[in-house]
Every structure is written in structure tokens, then in C-alpha cells.
């Protein structure tokens, strides 16, 4: 099934977040991202990612349209906008030789080391879900210690297309 | 800028919206709001004694009067106990604005005494609810939620307000009106137009498929000048009832499981089927696959989810009824032409002969069908039919001739056990001067009772009429025809006395157990100065007859 993303426009009131997941789930939807930042008018701009069919999501983006404090659904192409995650990579405890190695692995892949304390190294990495996907399956559960993830972040290219 | 409390505050904004009744309890996180409303003369506070009596009652004064009906509550217990008659409200579109106390936003989510979490609780079941956390939105909040409650599609509101809320003071003013920010498509494009006024000029076997969206718009005059200009049969859902003169010649009756064979069977042989204000529910459709399959379906509705949610939809038209059905009227002036359905409508003719169903038995046990007859021969063209769900609701909206809109009130979606009486007695408030009848069976009835208690001491006059068979009459109609007649929990036996339960709260009482005593105890009820309960003894083994089963073809029900 096609990933969907929708960019929504709503009120930033208590409960809105609740709202628009519960949608989701009624309908057997997982949601693959959300995330959520508040723009310069106040009103709060949610992304949300997930897979449907065409009529499901079709459907899906009048019921967001319908709910009370939304004031705008954007359906955006993948393919016309700019996606991107951010991922905080904590490794274990590793040897001198072998972190270095982790870091030039993660250096390579568009990353950037923040710390490397005790044996430990920090690094954060930010580029498309597929290739953070990739570089955190590479590194494995055998260095990786813990993962934090934004989840995924886009702007539409539209207007740029359009000019 | 006047300084108030909340509480003030909020009987300001409801006295804004010209609200004059409200139902409801208190209780402790609601004692400020219920302060402020002793002083309160324009307001008249309606004591139930549950507080889904109090969510029903406001839900049916709404269905009555067109316009928001208020209940109110504590916390805790109090809010929750609305849930079930809000979500009835959310299923049939019935704009209820319900407003309930919480604990002091200082002790939210401390598991405080009576605290629930009323913002999540509310949630799935309302249109839009609301917490207020400071005083400086009250008045905004209350407005919008009105607002919210009557615009586009109608539905339920929840307000919770904290207890400091309530009793804290600020310089408020209650705005004179507020901007309702979503935007709600009224009219239908033109194009969308043209195209149902050409597909329905073209039609040789058109029908009309009209629900409750007739009756918030007010379009019964649209739909029915329409049927006519078409020549067109109308059927409608069991929330459309009356939106055309049930004994109108064009009047099918009410499609669906329990509804008329000659509906269904109208819908399923037509070639254009134009849906007004109507959600196609699986109990309207059955099979969806088969449902009017030769038919080019028009849909009209307010909401755009609901196009194409059930059935496959060739011309979707967003917009209010009353509009798109008076922008196509004007359309099809042009193109119609007369006499081009009459071999339909003879067809039709000879189907609603043929099936017209049976009402005139004198058996005792009473036959249900006799007693709705009788019923009905009674009640005046004014009077309001309200229902509890389950037969006693199927035998009211197959057998019961609706003329008005806003005359038959009933719980559609979510079938709701004991909504009926709460219902009725929220009807008599919005219209004391039209009688006003509960369709009851005796296991709904019980279900909510106690109000009997609010409608002797409020001097509210509805009468119940209780299809009593000692049965939980429509699981044991399912488990006789789908579970090999295994009735399992099903038999409700003799007690209570319905007589003694209605003297007992102060009602009048009395039974009837021969046909020939329905109409001449009804008119006593109806006369006898008090709310009252007719104990109507009725045949325990009569099914709801015909009968499509779930998911069944609509041509192909169940006849005996």
C-alpha cells in the first residue's frame, strides 16, 4: 500500500493530537509518524504519515477535514516535498579501535559525532527514513545501545514547482 | 465589562442563546452552577433522576424544538452516566449541548474525588467538546459550542468545566455573536446540479430516499414538491419519518430491515436513486452488493464523509437539503417530463395494495399491529410519537403514519434501550401543548423508568403506552428465527406490575389486555390531568414481520 502523508492545519488546543490518532485507529490505521510544531500564526501544523488505498485515504482526509479545530488538510506527494528524520544514535560500551570505526561509518553516512565519552559514542544523524533505516540496521543491536527518533518532517516543494 | 463568576457567566451565554430549559442533577464539583441558577428566573432547571435521563431529555427536546437542547451535570459519576445518551445524540445527529462540573484544574489528574477524565471520555462520542481552564474563555467557549452544536450537521457538545472555574471572578463580557470558523459547503455547485436534474429527467423509475438531514434542514416542502414534479416515490429512513406525509400517495413508508416490503422492493427495482440527509445504514441497505444495484445512486448530504461510507455513490452532491433540492426543483422545471414514471407508479400501486400490511386483528393476547392502529386513530396529526428501540420501535416505524416531520422521535443509530421516556418527557417540555406518546416496550421502559419520578413532580404530562409481552422482544425474535428458538436470557417474566409502578411514583396506571379497551383507556390517559402509563398486554410469540436479516437482500425478507 502507498504511504500517505498529510500535512494538517489546526488549532493548538488540548486534546488535538488525541483527536486526530484516534481517527486513525477506528478505521485499523497505523500511523508510521506524527509529529508536530507550532508555526508563527499559533496554529500547530501535524504531519502525519501512514499507508492506506486510495479510497481509504481519501476518506480519511475528509474525516481529518471535518474535525472541529482543523482548518486545513494539505494531501502532499511524497515525491514533491522534502522528508526528512533526525536520529540520536547511543552506542555500548565500545573498544578505541571499534569506535572510531563507528565513527567514520556514521561520518560517511552524513552524520556527526556529539560526544565520545568512556567508550560510548553520540551521534546524530539526519537524512531520509530509508537511510537512517539503513545506517541503524547496519550498526546493529550489537552497537547500538538506544535509538531516539524524531519521526518523519517535511515541506511541501509546490510552490517552488509551480514558480 | 461586567465582573462575574463563571458560573454567572455561563448562565449569561446560555441565556444568550435563548436557552430556557435545562435537565440535569447536581453535585459537588457542580454546587456554584447550581447557586448561581437559585437566583435564576429565565432558566428553568429540570431535576431528573439519572443523568441519562437528562442527556435523552435534552436530546429529544432537541429533535422537537430544532434547536440545542442543555443538560448538566456534576463530575465524575455524573459526567460519565451522560456518555451512552450523548453518543445516542452524536449517532442521530442531535445538536445537545451538555455541560458538566469538574474538580479544580489545581487537582486535574490527581485522581481527585469524582474526578474523570471527562475531555477523553467525551471524545469519540460528541462533535467537539471542550475543557475550560480559564475563566477569560468561558463566555467564548459556551457561545462556539452552541454554534458548533447547530451548524452543518447537527451534533452533541460537552463543555467540562472545573470546579475554580466556576467560582472564580473576572471582567467578562458575553460576545453578542461569534465566528464559526469551519467552513461549511451550503450550496451545491452547478454542476453537480445539472447533472442530477439531467440523470433524474431521465429516469423512468425514479425514487427518493429521504432522512433526518430533511428534517435539520427543513426541506419536507422541498421533498415533497420535488416528488411530485418527478412523480417519484419517497421512502425514508426510520429518522426521516413524517418528512413526507406518510398517507401522501407518493409515501412508500420506511425502508430497511423491519421496513415496508413495498419500500424495499421499490429500491431495489429502481434506476435512480436519489439519497437526501441519509447515511444509508446497514439496517436501511442490508447487503449493500444488492442494494438498488440497477440504480444510479445521487447522494446529497452536509457532510462529505459520509459520501460513498456505505454504498457506491455515481453523484455525490455536497450541501445543505433544503438548497441542492430547491436548486435541482428549479433545474428540472425544464426538463421533466410529465407522465414519463406512470407505468413505475402503477407498478408501485399495485405493490402497496398488494402488501399493504394487516393491522385489523381482535385476538387477545393483543396483536401489537391492532394496538398501533388503534394508537394512531386516537392521536391527532399534532400529536409527537416517541419510542423506545427494539419491536415496539420496529412496529411504530413500520405501522405508524407520520405526517409531520419532527413527529416521530425515535434512537436510530444507536439504538438506544430506555431513551424513549426521557426522550418523551424532554418532547412534552419543548412542545407542552402537543400530546405527546412513548412507544415503550416493557424491557426498555425499565431501563430508565425512575424518570416517572421527574415527570409526576414537573407535572409533565407524556403518556407511555408499553407493549408488554414479558420479553426482551427482539433478541428472543432473533434467537426464535436465527438460534433454533434457544432463548437465552431473554425473559424478563411478570414483574413489575406497570400499574402499581406508575401509582406508585404518583402516575396514573391502568391495563389493557382486550383491542376493543386501546382507544377508550388512550383517551383517558391522554385526559386524565397526569403523566401516565397504559400497560398494553400483548402477544408474546409475534415476531416483527417482514423481516430482511442482517446483511440480507432487501427483496428477499422473511415473511412469516
Given amino acids: 500500500m502507498k504511504t500517505r502523508i498529510f500535512s494538517v492545519l489546526c488549532q493548538n488546543v488540548p486534546g488535538v493530537m488525541m483527536r486526530m490518532s484516534r481517527y486513525f485507529t477506528r478505521r485499523q490505521i497505523n500511523i508510521d509518524s506524527i509529529t508536530v510544531g507550532i508555526e508563527p500564526t499559533g496554529l500547530a501544523r501535524i504531519i502525519l504519515m501512514f499507508k492506506a488505498d486510495d479510497s481509504l485515504a481519501e476518506l480519511m482526509c475528509r474525516i481529518v477535514e471535518r474535525s472541529e479545530p482543523v482548518v486545513d488538510v494539505e494531501v502532499i506527494e511524497p515525491e514533491r516535498s522534502i522528508v526528512r528524520e533526525i536520529a540520536l544514535l547511543k552506542t555500548k560500551k565500545l573498544g578505541e579501535k571499534k569506535m572510531w570505526q563507528i565513527a567514520q561509518q556514521i561520518e560517511k553516512a552524513g552524520g556527526r559525532v556529539l560526544e565520545t565519552k568512556g567508550g560510548v559514542l553520540i551521534a546524530e544523524l539526519s537524512g531520509e527514513h530509508d537511510e537512517i533505516e539503513r545506517v541503524i540496521k547496519e550498526l546493529g543491536e550489537e552497537v547500538l545501545k538506544e535509538v531516539a527518533r524524531s519521526g518523519q518532517v517535511l515541506i511541501s516543494r509546490e510552490e517552488i514547482c509551480e514558480d | ?560
Fill in chain 2, 1 to 560: 465589562m461586567v465582573e462575574l463568576t463563571g458560573s454567572k457567566a455561563l448562565l449569561e451565554a446560555l441565556k444568550a442563546e435563548d436557552v430556557k430549559h435545562i435537565f440535569g442533577i447536581p453535585g459537588g464539583a457542580a454546587i456554584p452552577i447550581y447557586d448561581a441558577l437559585y437566583d435564576e428566573h429565565e432558566i428553568h432547571h429540570i431535576l431528573t433522576r439519572h443523568e441519562q435521563g437528562a442527556a435523552h431529555a435534552a436530546d429529544g427536546y432537541a429533535r422537537a424544538l430544532g434547536k440545542p437542547g442543555v443538560c448538566m451535570t456534576t463530575s465524575g459519576p455524573g459526567a460519565t452516566n451522560l456518555t451512552t445518551g450523548i453518543l445516542n445524540a452524536y449517532m442521530d445527529s442531535s445538536p445537545v449541548v451538555a455541560i458538566s462540573g469538574q474538580v479544580p484544574t489545581t487537582t486535574l489528574g490527581t485522581d481527585a474525588f469524582q474526578e474523570a477524565d471527562m475531555l477523553s471520555v467525551m471524545l469519540p462520542v460528541t462533535k467537539h467538546n471542550f475543557i475550560i481552564h480559564k475563566i477569560e474563555e468561558l463566555p467564548s467557549v459556551v457561545r462556539l459550542a452552541f454554534k458548533t452544536a447547530i451548524t452543518g450537521r447537527p451534533g452533541p457538545v460537552h463543555i467540562d468545566l472545573p470546579k475554580n472555574v466556576q467560582v472564580n471572578k473576572a471582567d467578562l463580557k458575553i460576545p453578542a455573536t461569534i465566528k464559526y470558523e469551519k467552513k461549511i459547503k451550503l450550496d451545491p455547485s452547478t454542476e453537480d446540479v445539472r447533472k442530477a436534474v439531467h440523470m433524474l429527467a431521465d429516469a423512468e423509475q425514479p425514487v427518493i430516499y429521504a432522512g433526518g438531514g430533511i428534517v435539520w434542514s427543513e426541506a419536507s416542502a422541498e421533498l415533497v414538491e420535488l416528488a411530485e414534479l418527478l412523480e417519484a416515490p419517497v421512502t425514508t429512513s426510520l429518522l426521516g419519518k413524517g418528512t413526507i406525509p406518510e398517507n401522501h400517495p407518493l409515501a412508500l413508508g420506511m425502508l430497511g430491515m423491519h421496513g415496508r416490503m413495498v419500500a424495499n422492493l421499490a429500491v431495489t427495482g429502481c434506476d435512480v436513486l436519489l439519497g437526501v440527509g441519509v447515511r444509508f445504514s446497514d439496517r436501511a441497505t442490508g447487503d449493500v452488493r444488492h442494494f438498488a444495484q440497477r440504480a444510479k445512486i445521487i447522494h446529497i448530504d452536509i457532510d462529505p464523509v459520509e459520501i460513498g461510507k456505505s454504498v457506491r455513490v455515481d453523484l455525490p452532491i455536497i450541501g445543505d437539503a433544503k438548497r441542492s433540492l430547491a436548486a435541482i426543483i428549479q433545474g428540472l422545471r425544464a426538463h421533466v417530463k410529465r407522465g414519463r414514471t406512470s407505468r413505475w407508479l402503477q407498478r408501485i400501486k399495485k405493490l402497496h395494495e398488494e402488501l399493504a400490511p394487516r393491522m385489523d386483528y381482535d385476538e387477545v393476547p393483543i396483536k401489537p399491529q391492532r394496538a398501533i392502529k388503534d394508537i394512531m386513530g386516537v392521536l391527532g396529526d399534532d400529536a409527537i410519537v416517541v419510542t423506545e428501540v427494539g419491536q415496539c420501535q420496529m412496529w411504530a416505524g413500520h405501522f405508524c403514519q407520520i405526517k409531520k416531520p419532527r413527529h416521530f422521535i425515535s434512537s436510530g443509530g444507536l439504538g438506544t434501550m430506555g431513551f424513549g421516556f426521557p426522550a418523551a418527557m424532554g418532547v412534552k417540555v419543548a412542545c407542552p401543548n402537543c400530546e405527546v406518546v412513548n412507544i415503550a416496550g416493557d424491557g426498555s421502559f425499565l431501563m430508565n423508568s425512575q424518570e416517572l419520578a421527574t415527570v409526576v413532580e414537573n407535572k409533565i404530562d407524556v403518556v407511555s403506552c408499553i407493549f408488554n409481552n414479558g420479553y426482551l422482544g427482539m433478541v428472543k425474535q432473533w434467537q426464535d428465527m436465527f438460534f433454533q428458538k434457544r432463548r437465552s436470557a431473554v425473559n424478563l417474566g411478570k414483574s413489575p406490575d406497570f400499574v402499581k409502578l406508575a401509582e406508585a411514583y404518583g402516575a396514573w396506571g391502568d391495563r389493557v389486555t382486550r383491542p376493543s379497551e386501546i382507544a377508550p383507556k388512550l383517551k383517558e390517559a391522554l385526559r386524565c390531568g397526569k403523566p401516565a402509563v397504559l400497560d398494553i398486554v400483548i402477544d408474546p410469540d409475534e415476531h416483527v414481520l417482514p423481516m430482511v436479516p442482517a446483511g440480507g437482500r432487501l427483496d428477499a425478507p422473511i415473511l412469516t
